[in-house]
């Protein structure tokens, strides 16, 4: 871990102007995590609007932090061939695609038409969270992994 952080150090230090990437990560989902909180509570008695509207929140978030995570990591993979933030951006692009199907099964009449898709959002979720862990997981593992085979 030390020399994969040492070798992302020196990458932001040849590219000054990606080294605001992981700032504007943490700081998109900070600001998205609490605007969807806020809106999620904002009105009770609206409970299934402000929960659809959070979803769009958390899902334009997080595919804002995947295009971060793409626009870092293409150049870190063409200089070092770490592949840990392409790997993230794949991880969170699940998300949207969970968000989707939750927010459009929300809408009483696409739940009528297509009821099979909608009964399988808790399977959506359990695998969104394995996507979610598991793609970042191997990549870490074949960084580590390839380490040990250059020493």
Request: hydrophobic share 50%; charged share 15%.
């Amino acid at each position: 871990m030390w020399d994969r952080q040492k070798r992302r150090m020196d990458f932001y230090d040849r590219h000054p102007r990606l080294g605001t990437v992981p700032y504007l990560i943490i700081g998109t989902l900070v600001l998205v995590l609490a605007l969807s909180t806020g809106l999620s509570f904002a009105n009770p008695s609206a409970k299934v609007y402000g929960y659809a509207v959070s979803l769009v929140i958390i899902d334009v978030g997080m595919v804002f932090i995947a295009g971060l995570f793409v626009l870092a990591g293409r150049s870190l993979w063409r200089e070092d061939r770490d592949s840990t933030y392409l790997a993230l951006a794949l991880g969170f692009s699940g998300i949207p695609v969970w968000g989707l199907l939750e927010a459009v099964c929300l809408n009483g009449t696409v739940f009528t038409l297509l009821p099979t898709l909608c009964n399988a959002r808790p399977s959506a979720g359990w695998l969104l969270g394995v996507w979610f862990l598991a793609v970042p997981t191997v990549s870490i593992v074949l960084g580590f992994r390839r380490f040990l085979r250059d020493r």
